[in-house]
T-cell receptor, first 114, second 109 residues
């Protein structure tokens, strides 16, 4: 069974640009959550999607947005990039929504802002 | 607000036992998870506690006390490959996972 797949693995952007990250969950998983991981702040929750609906949103500015498609694949978009957005962005999928069961993480997209 | 505390770093010897503590103060509680994350890799699920008590899974055990807002992860017969960060995460009343900062465990020979 294939795991969670995130693309691209690495990305370099400049301030002011926008970026779209992709996540394909484990087959059969309908919940997809996104996290930002930095050395200083640890793992911080961005948002969760279940059956194409955003169920929860963390404390991030509106520049961070996402969506989920009917095949449960999800995308995350960050507009007007800032230096502080440099981080590892992790996607996790699970069978049940809302942290009711274990989440399975992808290898992440490492985003560097110059 | 949500507050989850774990020690930042711990060091232990190969073959020994180590206990990693996690205390939490969250708005509601719907379960606690432990994840392991090796440097440069994705977190992997270790354990899930929703009721008080000890859950044992091979060399790893996890304990929960909801009244004390406390959990620990116990690693027995430590191996060099256990050197990693261990993340405690709480599912709060809003069914949202909040992670602690992680405990970096170094296992020495």
């Amino acid at each position: 069974k294939a795991g969670v797949t995130q693309t691209p693995r690495y990305l370099i952007k400049t301030r002011g640009q926008q970026v779209t990250l992709s996540c394909s969950p484990i087959s059969g998983h309908r919940s997809v959550s996104w996290y930002q991981q930095t050395p200083g702040q640890g793992l911080q929750f961005l948002f969760e999607y279940f059956s194409e609906t955003q169920r929860n949103k963390g404390n991030f500015p509106g520049r961070f947005s996402g969506r989920q498609f009917s095949n449960s694949r999800s995308e995350m978009n960050v507009s007007t990039l800032e230096l502080g957005d440099s981080a590892l962005y992790l996607c996790a999928s699970s069978l049940a929504p809302g942290g009711q069961g274990p989440q399975h993480f992808g290898d992440g997209t490492r985003l560097s802002i110059l | 607000g949500q507050n989850i505390d774990q020690p930042t770093e711990m060091t232990a010897t190969e073959g020994a036992i180590v206990q990693i503590n996690c205390t939490y103060q969250t708005s509601g509680f719907n379960g606690l998870f432990w994840y392991q994350q090796h440097a440069g890799e994705a977190p992997t699920f270790l354990s899930y506690n929703v009721l008080d008590g000890l859950e044992e899974k091979g060399r790893f055990s996890s304990f929960l006390s909801r009244s004390k807002g406390y959990s620990y992860l116990l690693l027995k017969e430590l191996q060099m490959k256990d050197s990693a960060s261990y993340l405690c995460a709480v599912n709060n009343a809003g069914n949202m996972l909040t992670f602690g900062g992680g405990t970096r465990l170094m296992v020495k020979p």
